[in-house]
């Protein structure tokens, strides 16, 4: 079945830091991809997604690329923030509207 | 409100009660999913609805979970002789379309604590 794999956490950061998250996946098929983020107390956001080989999703200074070669989908930030700390979900749908989700990330920047 | 709303945010429960978790999706969306959440896990889905109808159980864990949205707006899961394993946050998330999952709004969740 599907699955998604991602990077042990807490990745702890100074600010302004460049941020990286792995994730990597194994699915049938093409399927598309996501990044979620989850602030303390609130329910996940998607952040931003990928349907197809080579594409790039970004948002607010995030950013990541499908890789179909490597079937990976690494979060990336040129320049973290105090308030980027969060939970990262890297998940994938295969087409269903049953989403997978990998365990969770949690990311904790420093001033 | 704008977003997915939840209640209660938290429920402690003796084992062996019962629990109703209630969610009020975004209005006019169609598509309703609930989620569970382990501590330390990502979601894993338990059912889906379409409007009214509960098009997919496939994740609920056993018969004591029970999920319903009567009108096609607000849903209720509801947990039966509650156990410790059903120990997780239980998230609800709505899309405005049927089927899908690709851009769902999710609520801040219900954690559920079984004693």
């Known amino acids: 079945g599907d699955s998604v794999t991602q990077m042990e956490g807490p990745v702890t950061l100074s600010e302004e830091a460049f941020l990286t998250i792995n994730c990597t996946y194994t699915a049938t098929g093409y399927p598309s991809l996501f990044w979620y983020v989850q602030y303390p107390g609130e329910g996940l956001q998607l952040l931003l997604k990928?349907?197809?080989?080579?594409d790039k999703g970004s948002n607010k200074g995030f950013e990541a690329t499908y890789r179909k070669e490597t079937t990976s989908f690494h979060l990336e930030k040129g320049s973290v923030q105090v308030s980027d700390s969060a939970v990262y979900f890297c998940a994938l749908n295969g087409g269903s509207y049953i989403p997978t989700f990998g365990r969770g990330t949690s990311l904790i920047v420093h001033p | 409100g704008a977003g997915v709303s939840q209640s209660p945010r938290y429920k402690v429960a003796k084992r062996g009660q019962d629990v109703a978790l209630r969610c009020d999706p975004i209005?006019?969306?169609?598509?309703l999913f609930w989620y569970q959440q382990a501590l330390g896990q990502g979601p894993e889905f338990l059912t889906y609805f379409q409007n009214e109808a509960q098009l997919d159980k496939s994740g609920l864990p056993s018969d004591r979970f029970f999920a319903e949205r009567p009108e096609g707006s607000v849903s209720t899961l509801k947990i039966q002789r509650t156990q410790q394993e059903d120990s997780a946050v239980y998230l609800c998330a709505s899309s405005l379309r049927a089927g899908d999952s690709y851009e769902q709004y999710f609520g801040p969740g219900t954690r559920l604590t079984v004693t």
């Open positions: 990928a349907t197809k080989a080579d």
């Open positions: 209005s006019g969306h169609v598509s």
